[in-house]
């Protein structure tokens, strides 16, 4: 080979290799269904990508491609990039049945793999697919709070992956209540069939699994005559859903529970003209995420890892990314009310029920774990039996910090697990052992400075020997997290606060842990909320109620306007009343 062939081969490497940066430069392709039933759906994804790119400023190309909606569709979508382009870096793909399509064909090649707007995917690679929707299951669960108030259902559900895991999942949880379910193609104008068949069963709710065509399918509801109530999911918070409101008002559904004022929503108005939904706040906060790992990280190879167990608060608010590559955030029940998208009034109530009976049935697991205990006890309060009677008491309650027993003198004679340091401790001054010894009956205290060196609550109970005679006590003292753990996992997916208060004004559990423990009544830092204190007089003289009032907002930064409803918990003795209050929004 001559040196000139060599500089000439040189140069040709060299001009490929420039091409390669200049045509192959573009890390991301967006698989969309540009051409299909849900082309709204991928402009306004499109639109909040590109909205983000142009906020963050940065050099990510993304090309977009059209699915047409289908698995297939994306596929040829992809192939046909590769053969033009080469492998991206990166792939986006809307829709389940495309994201469980492209998990396999995106993992064999090596490609990162971002799904949006897919609820119900299958990943037949594990440990590969990000996936910022969440799982439909988590939506379920919350959905089925609502629906468990009805007696016959129907289940009216797009033909594809989303619509029948839906269809599967309730059915599996709702069972008899479900007197029908039909699918239905979504490309297809025409219901009047189905529609006649769900009017035969008479249902009192119907399920729509449906994006945009909820509105037409809502009108052919409504003019059929069916008065049942409608419900929705995720997809059907559209636009057009508003435009038909003479037929959707009354539409309650789950949805994830960003904030309207949010900073997003204003810029995409602005610039677009046009209300984004969930779909164009997941595809920003998709993308302004992407751009941060970019940012992080110097190969897209540690991309997957470097989303797991990722926090990031975006447009949807606080996001997590779990072990297993799905997204989780708060979500909600909306309703179509007045032709808007509101928050339903109904979930509150319906919240703070259910944390008053989860605070509930752990006091009476306790307390009926306790009344065993004391009957194992009553042959003698120490020894190995007794041992082992309250180890096994601390272990089938996991919300225990220790388990002790007391003698008739009111001093504590065993403690597990083994915190030896307050055995021989006298604690007969405190106030629910006097109540108890007095009564010779149960008592759970109000909130109290244990010898343990924190502030709990105590559960107290008698015990007597074989002649009736009373020999001591064995007692649960709860964890510091008690009450943080159970409102936590109750609360977990919506945008509200609960608190815990005595009747004598002690505030045993809020949010902001530097509150437990203070006296809305008497400390300084509530002189100036007014409207506050007065509201907290009222809780503690009536059980149950509601109100307005101004205090700080979550984190606090600054003065809001919050509204609150309250009930009440009576466990032996001690009232707890449970408070649940958000931002008022208007
Ligand atoms: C989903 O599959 O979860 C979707 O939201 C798809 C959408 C195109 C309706
Ligand atoms: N500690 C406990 N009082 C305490 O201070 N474990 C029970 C009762």
């Not at 399918?217 to 559209?238: D, F, M, W």
């Not at 595809?283 to 302004?288: K, S």
Request: aromatic share 10%.
């Amino acid at each position: 080979m001559s040196e000139n062939t060599k500089s000439v081969n040189l140069v040709f490497i060299l001009v490929i290799l420039m091409l390669n940066v200049n045509l192959f430069g573009s890390k991301v392709v967006a698989i969309l269904p540009f051409t299909s039933v849900f082309e709204k759906i991928a402009q306004e994804q499109k639109d909040a990508i590109n909205l983000a790119l142009g906020n963050y400023d940065n050099e990510i190309e993304i090309i977009y491609k059209d699915s047409k909606g289908t698995a297939e569709g994306a596929i040829t979508a992809l192939d046909e990039f590769i053969k033009s382009n080469g492998n991206p870096e990166i792939v986006i793909s809307c829709a389940s049945w495309v994201a469980t399509a492209l998990n396999p064909v995106t993992a064999e090649r090596g490609l990162f793999h971002l799904a949006i707007g897919s609820a119900s995917i299958e990943r037949e690679i594990k440990n590969h697919t990000i996936r910022m929707t969440v799982d439909e299951q988590v939506e379920e669960e919350l959905l089925s709070y609502y629906l468990l108030q009805f007696n016959k259902i129907a289940v009216f559900y797009m033909n594809n992956e989303l619509g029948t895991t839906w269809n599967r999942v309730l059915r599996k949880r709702l069972r008899e209540k479900i007197n029908i379910s039909i699918s239905y193609d979504p490309e297809m104008k025409d219901f009047d069939n189905e529609i006649s068949q769900i009017k035969k069963a008479e249902p009192e709710a119907i399920v729509l699994i449906s994006s945009s065509n909820a509105a037409k399918i809502s009108e052919l509801i409504r003019k059929a005559g069916i008065n049942a109530q409608l419900v929705g999911t995720r997809p059907i918070e559209r636009p057009e859903i508003l435009t038909a409101s003479k037929y959707t008002n009354g539409l309650i559904f789950t949805s994830p529970s960003f904030d309207s004022e949010n900073e997003m929503l204003k810029l995409f108005k602005e610039k677009y003209n046009y209300k984004p939904t969930f779909f164009g706040l997941e595809a920003y906060d998709t993308t302004v995420m992407l751009i941060t790992a970019f940012k992080e990280n110097s190969s897209v190879k540690d991309f997957y890892n470097w989303y797991i167990d990722r926090n990031f608060i975006g447009a949807l608010g606080s996001i997590k990314i779990k072990q297993n590559g799905d997204a989780n955030y708060p979500y909600m029940f909306k309703e179509v009310k007045d032709g808007k998208f509101t928050i339903a009034e109904f979930q509150y109530a319906l919240i703070l029920e259910q944390t008053r009976q989860e605070i509930d049935s752990i006091f009476d697991k306790m307390g009926f774990d306790l009344q065993q205990a004391a009957n194992e006890l009553s042959s003698g309060i120490t020894g190995k039996k007794a041992d082992m009677t309250i180890r096994r008491l601390h272990e089938k309650n996991p919300l225990s910090y220790d388990v002790v027993t007391i003698d008739p003198k009111g001093v504590i004679r065993n403690v597990y697990p083994d915190h030896k340091e307050i055995v021989n401790k006298d604690i007969s001054d405190q106030e629910q052992v006097i109540r108890m010894m007095e009564l010779n009956k149960p008592v759970v205290s109000k909130a109290f400075k244990a010898v343990e060196g924190f502030v709990g609550f105590d559960y107290e109970y008698p015990i007597f020997n074989e002649k009736n005679e009373y020999i001591g006590a064995v007692s649960i003292l709860t964890k510091p997290s008690f009450f943080a753990e159970i409102i936590n996992s109750k609360i977990a997916s919506f945008p509200v606060e609960i608190c815990v208060m005595q009747t004598d004004g002690v505030i045993v559990y809020d949010i902001n842990e530097e509150e437990i423990g203070l006296n809305l009544f008497s400390s300084e830092s509530y002189d100036n909320y007014p409207t506050l204190r007065q509201l907290g007089r009222k809780m503690s003289i009536f059980p149950q109620g509601s109100g307005d009032y101004e205090y700080l907002d979550k984190n606090m930064d600054k003065v809001v306007e919050k509204e609150l409803i309250w009930t009440n918990l009576h466990v032996h003795g001690t009232e707890f009343r449970i408070a649940l209050f958000t931002e008022k929004k208007d």
